[in-house]
Nanobody, 124 residues
Framework: QVQLVESGGGLVQAGDSLRLSCTGSGRTFSANLMTWFRQAPGKEREFVATISSPDGKISYADSVRGRFTIDKDNANNTIYLQMNNLKPEDTAVYYC?????????????????WGQGTQVTVSS
């Protein structure tokens, strides 16, 4: 089993920044994707950003490219999502997820392991 714990969400104003963290424990995979998704009320869960291990390939959704940065701390099995210039449309519950393998996958249905989510609310 894999356990994922997110933290760092909160209530901010438009233009502010937040840094989310997701720490994994339990079963590990030699090659994996660790990915951030988000889900706004009444909307489907959507891909935000992903980083692969061990090669560190990164991909972003068009809606966040240039504002959000994903990175990882391999020693602590933690990924981060630095979110700058936040907009009200970024308001959502943010989840991290992990899947085995490094082929880019943005479909949340293909991820087996999920964290509990952290709320990000951006006021205008």
């Amino acid at each position: 089993q894999v356990q994922l714990v997110e933290s760092g969400g909160g209530l901010v104003q438009a233009g502010d920044s937040l840094r989310l963290s997701c720490t994994g424990s339990g079963r590990t995979f030699s090659a994996n994707l660790m990915t951030w998704f988000r889900q706004a009320p009444g909307k489907e869960r959507e891909f935000v950003a992903t980083i692969s291990s061990p090669d560190g390939k990164i991909s972003y959704a068009d809606s966040v490219r240039g504002r959000f940065t994903i990175d990882k701390d391999n020693a602590n099995n933690t990924i981060y999502l630095q979110m700058n210039n936040l907009k009200p449309e970024d308001t959502a519950v943010y989840y991290c997820a992990v899947k085995q393998g490094v082929i880019l996958t943005t479909d949340p249905r293909l991820y087996a392991y999920w964290g509990q989510g952290t709320q990000v609310t951006v006021s205008s």
